[in-house]
């Protein structure tokens, strides 16, 4: 293969792409008929040092060459009329096409989930509900399934069951998806022979080296590039997007970045660009005068001005490519003693391995704290949704439940999401979501809340019989009022409950009285109780 600068033409289109889950392949990246107002030009830029330049709006490259011309084509799906992808323009290769069979995926569990708490209590951070019928780990999943890998590894350590439990019933080959030759395996931390096999997952790099021996097996041989995905973030994309770019750019290593202002900056993984697109300086959640030295000119990635100066940072998304070759030497040879990709690896190899970066210009969310998984959810009923649940050609897969419709009585439902196999009578909902198997019961207020439902429903006796004793089903009871609420799973709240934080507490720990507040939010405990008449 040689280098050389090619003439790009930029385009993108309003649709998907057709997929099976069966033997069939996907078709993702060819034949595409594209139009735009930058079909056929060229994207010209001014250098810089620190950032790229010739950068095209359109997604991540996926190249194809055209004839015996040089001209090649950026394909783009637009998830949102107002978000597109958007790519580095590095120097490319001429060579074959991204093949998804040769790519596995490794989605990392996360760790303790603290800034999540409650909801990780007992629960993995993937596993937590979301959207109404889904879980966090959904998304990656169907990123793959959509993207046509079906290789996927997912790697859990704390409060797995949960986790576990919903890969096994959703993600299998004898059941409900048909994943044609691939597999979903779930790898728990586990002790093995030697030192460094006592002790548990280190971090997310640690984890990942704890099984490369998987990839040095026969069965692997065909893999070429490992594909690294967290399990508690909001978006869509074509993963084969960047591993097309990836191939193209001769990189070792890439990373998935984005544009983020100076309010979230310090949360993230921030990087600086030469006009190559290498990374060649990453800081891990710098502050202060750190913080500021990572401060670049985002117009140069094609951002307008008043965007540039909204969105000063470059974010890494915690999405990585890597060369199989290169995980096993970076992770064994290189940084034996490098445990997360984040802080350590990624700023090591950005020195000594052709690091890339690829920039996303589309919605993601990292749900890392109670406040950011909220403002999600709730997001999800904005009229022009900016992550959109209704896709056909890109699905959202979770288990199938085989619940009935849901019933609805004299009610009043605003801008909401009402899921499957729910009850609701004589209730007002506004700005809400309404879980699996949730019951709202006569003169219920419902407004922004996040209700996850429940695992079972109780018979008509069984509410009856609690009732009568004074006691509280499952669900919601008669004329409450819920404002500015996350509901778990299974709660049981009461008849005449006040749920409103009146007096604006931004933090506060109830676990005996069932719940707690974050960022102003109350958020009611899984399978807890609140009495009649209770007021919060």
Same mark, same amino acid.
Request: proline content about 4%; charged content about 20%.
């Given at each position: ?19 099976? #889950? ?20 060229? +994207? ?21 060459? %055209? ?5 090649? #084509? ?31 995926? !490794?989605?990392?569990?996360? &760790? ?10 007992? /629960? ?16 990656p999943m169907s990123n793959c399934i959509n993207s046509g890998i079906n290789k996927i590894y997912v790697l859990t350590q704390f409060n797995s069951q949960s986790l576990n439990c919903h890969i096994a019933r959703t993600y299998n080959l004898g059941g409900c998806i048909n994943f044609g030759g691939g597999f979903v395996e779930v790898l728990a931390a586990t002790q093995t022979t030697g030192e460094s096999g006592k002790k548990w997952f280190q971090g997310t790099a640690d984890a990942v080296r704890q099984f490369l021996w998987l990839f040095e097996d026969a069965d692997h041989k065909n893999i070429e590039n490992i594909l690294i995905l967290c399990g508690d973030q909001l978006y869509r994309m074509d ?15 890439? +990373? ?12 993230? &993984? ?21 913080? /500021? ?15 540039? /100066?909204? *969105? ?9 490519? *890597?060369?199989?070759? +290169?995980?096993?030497? +970076? ?10 990709? &984040?802080?350590?690896? !990624? ?54 439940? *085989? ?17 499957? &196999? ?14 699996? %198997? ?54 049981? !709240?009461?008849?005449?409950?006040? !749920? ?37």
């Amino acid at each position: 293969m040689v280098c050389g600068n090619l003439e790009m033409m930029v385009a993108s289109e309003l649709h998907g792409f057709s997929m099976s #889950l069966g033997p069939k392949k996907p078709s993702f990246h060819r034949d595409r008929n594209l139009s735009s107002s930058f079909s056929g030009s060229r +994207v010209n830029l001014p250098h810089s040092k620190n950032v790229a330049s010739g950068f095209p709006l359109g997604k991540f490259f996926s190249v194809t060459q %055209r004839n015996t011309t040089r001209r090649f #084509l950026a394909t783009s799906t637009l998830a949102d009329v107002a978000n597109d992808f958007m790519a580095l323009q590095s120097p490319i290769l001429t060579g074959r096409e991204a093949n998804p069979k040769t790519v596995a995926s !490794i989605i990392l569990g996360g &760790g303790a989930g603290t800034r999540l708490f409650p909801l990780t209590q007992r /629960r993995a951070k993937p596993a937590v509900p979301f959207g109404g019928c889904y879980r966090l780990v959904d998304i990656p999943m169907s990123n793959c399934i959509n993207s046509g890998i079906n290789k996927i590894y997912v790697l859990t350590q704390f409060n797995s069951q949960s986790l576990n439990c919903h890969i096994a019933r959703t993600y299998n080959l004898g059941g409900c998806i048909n994943f044609g030759g691939g597999f979903v395996e779930v790898l728990a931390a586990t002790q093995t022979t030697g030192e460094s096999g006592k002790k548990w997952f280190q971090g997310t790099a640690d984890a990942v080296r704890q099984f490369l021996w998987l990839f040095e097996d026969a069965d692997h041989k065909n893999i070429e590039n490992i594909l690294i995905l967290c399990g508690d973030q909001l978006y869509r994309m074509d993963y084969m997007e960047i591993v097309q770019k990836h191939i193209y750019s001769c990189a070792d290593i890439s +990373v998935s970045c984005l544009p983020v202002d100076g309010s979230r900056a310090s949360d993230f &993984g921030l990087v600086k660009v030469d006009e190559r697109g290498r990374i060649c300086q990453f800081l891990e959640k710098p502050k202060g005068e750190l913080l /500021r030295s990572m401060h670049v000119d985002t117009s140069i990635f094609g951002l307008s001005a008043q965007e540039a /100066r909204k *969105f000063p940072y470059i974010a890494s998304m915690g999405i990585y490519v *890597f060369k199989i070759d +290169v995980l096993l030497k +970076v992770l064994r040879g290189c940084y034996p003693n490098a445990n997360d990709f &984040g802080s350590e690896v !990624i700023p090591m190899a950005a020195k000594d391995f052709n690091v890339q970066a690829c920039l996303f210009n589309g919605y993601w969310e990292d749900i890392g704290t109670i406040k950011s998984f909220f403002d999600a959810n709730l997001a999800l009923m904005d009229q022009r949704p900016k992550f959109q649940l209704h896709d056909q050609s890109k699905p959202i897969f979770t288990c199938p439940r *085989f619940l009935p419709p849901t019933k609805m009585e004299k009610c009043e439902v605003i801008n909401s999401l009402i899921s499957d &196999g729910c009850f609701l009578k004589e209730c007002t909902v506004e700005h809400s979501i309404v879980g699996v %198997r949730s019951r709202l019961d006569s003169g219920v207020q419902l407004k922004d809340t996040m209700m996850m439902g429940a695992d079972y429903y109780q018979t008509q006796a069984e509410i009856a019989s609690l009732l009568a004793a004074g006691n509280v089903p499952i669900g919601i009871g008669k004329n409450s009022k819920i404002v500015n609420c996350i509901i778990d799973k299974n709660a049981g !709240i009461g008849n005449n409950v006040i !749920i409103a934080n009146k007096d604006n507490v931004q933090e506060a720990d109830r676990p005996s009285e069932g719940f707690y507040i974050r960022s102003g939010i109350t958020v009611v405990l899984k399978d807890t109780v609140i009495s009649n008449g209770t007021i919060i």
